[in-house]
């Protein structure tokens, strides 16, 4: 049987306790139930250093849970 990956689109807006709840889950999904999927957070900053700080920690997290691609858009 072929493997699937899943795509998840999330959209955010100020909401940095939900997202970093949602990672959570997400890491735990990828790593201890091995599913393949990536996750694309598509965020409305309120300035520059708020993108790029999210966009940090993303790849952090990425780095961590291995196996998966987190994009951060605007």
């Known amino acids: 049987m072929d493997e699937i990956t899943v795509n998840i689109i999330v959209p955010l807006t100020g909401r940095s306790d939900a997202m970093h709840r949602f990672i959570k889950t997400y890491a735990n999904l990828v790593k201890n139930h091995h599913e393949l999927l990536n996750l694309i957070i598509v965020d409305f900053p309120a300035s520059n250093h708020?993108?790029?700080?999210?966009?940090?920690?993303?790849?952090?997290?990425?780095?961590?849970?291995?196996?998966?691609?987190?994009?951060?858009?605007?």
């Open 50 to 74: 708020e993108f790029e700080a999210l966009k940090t920690e993303l790849e952090d997290y990425e780095k961590k849970i291995g196996n998966t691609k987190i994009k951060l858009l605007r």
